[in-house]
């Protein structure tokens, strides 16, 4: 099967690798020296520095390369360039073929998931989420690891499920793509809450309740958008948000821990060329919550720190420890 996959990021590099194994695959990077390095080099310094890339993988800027008779479409780009790529790679797309979305996230100004991109930019293209608690290094470092391929129609899920299936990396179908979306959407904005309360030097027992308190939150919401209970409970919702939460790999938590240990939002994102997709989530989130009157507190804290409405360590008050009776200390 030739494949294509646009995006060459740490996780669709990754996913890239993987379907190079078995299939004949090709990576898109927009800039033309990170692709010549992927191709030529069978490297990618500037998100996997230290891994090597399967010597089947080919690599191209040129769009039309890249898409041209694909038998299958996998999209890994950040949800800010998601609709522009689809549009772009419209012209050169057979019918039909699947196209699986990797971002996790809405587009700002509709506040759609990623699939319903792609239903309204390729109709008659069976549109997919791949989801679940997938940390890009260490799957190309060969751990285990296990992930959802969402779409309504199972009989497509199982073929992809096939396609896409490599090694130690299993994937599982779900019909619930809403829930699995939503899920992978809204866990980045529970992992910068997560990593926050790490920067502050708060207790496991403070992160479990954050984490816990933060599912509840993340259900509720995606209940009310029509999701299913049952999908929250899996990978695509907890077991995502566990790995999200408390891997220091994770873009999310990391940014939160920066934020809690006293740095700017700015400081922290001109810092690092990958995309935290929670930043942008938790505003969007904050207007989903108001759009379907749903209690997201954790979230609405998340949103106070990145709007610069409260410092990172306020979101914790009352939930850091408070110094002994007679043991306060003065200013200065």
Not at 57 to 62: E, F, H, I, V
């Amino acid at each position: 099967m030739r494949i294509g996959v646009l995006g060459a990021g740490s996780w669709g590099t990754t996913v890239a690798s993987l379907l190079a194994g078995r299939h004949d695959c090709i990576l898109w990077a927009r800039d033309p020296e990170l692709a010549s390095q992927i191709h030529e080099g069978g490297v990618n310094p500037r998100y996997l520095p230290g891994f090597t890339l399967p010597s089947g993988l080919r690599a191209t800027a040129d769009l039309e390369k890249a898409v041209h008779d694909v038998d299958l479409l996998v999209v890994g780009v950040p949800t800010r360039g998601f609709r522009a790529i689809l549009i772009d790679a419209r012209p050169h797309l057979r019918p039909w073929i699947p196209v699986v979305s990797l971002a996790k996230g809405f587009e700002r100004e509709s506040l759609l998931r990623m699939t319903q991109l792609i239903r309204e930019e390729l109709p008659g293209h069976p549109a997919a989420a791949l989801t679940g608690p997938n940390l890009a290094k260490e799957i190309m470092a060969g751990q285990a690891a296990a992930s959802v391929i969402a779409t309504e129609d199972l009989a497509v899920a199982r073929a992809l499920q096939s396609v896409m299936q490599r090694g130690m990396f299993r994937i599982y179908i779900n019909h619930d793509v809403i829930g699995c979306e939503l899920g992978g959407a809204l866990k980045n904005v529970v992992a910068i809450a997560t990593g926050v309360a790490q920067g502050l030097g708060v207790g496991d027992n403070t992160r479990a309740a954050v984490i816990t308190r933060g599912l509840a939150e993340v259900t509720r919401l995606g209940l009310a958008m029509g999701g299913e209970a049952a999908t929250f409970a899996g990978l695509a919702g907890m077991g995502d948000l566990i790995a999200t939460c408390m891997s220091p790999l994770s873009r999310n938590r990391t940014l939160g821990e920066q934020l809690g240990a006293g740095r700017t939002l700015d400081e922290v994102l001109s810092a690092t060329p990958t995309v935290a997709e929670g930043v942008g989530t938790a505003i969007l989130v904050h207007e989903l919550a108001e759009r379907y009157g749903v209690a997201m507190p954790v979230c609405h804290e998340v949103y106070r720190v990145l709007t610069g409405e409260i410092p990172a360590a306020e979101a914790y008050r009352g939930l850091r420890k408070q110094a002994p009776a007679g043991h306060e200390r003065e200013p200065g």
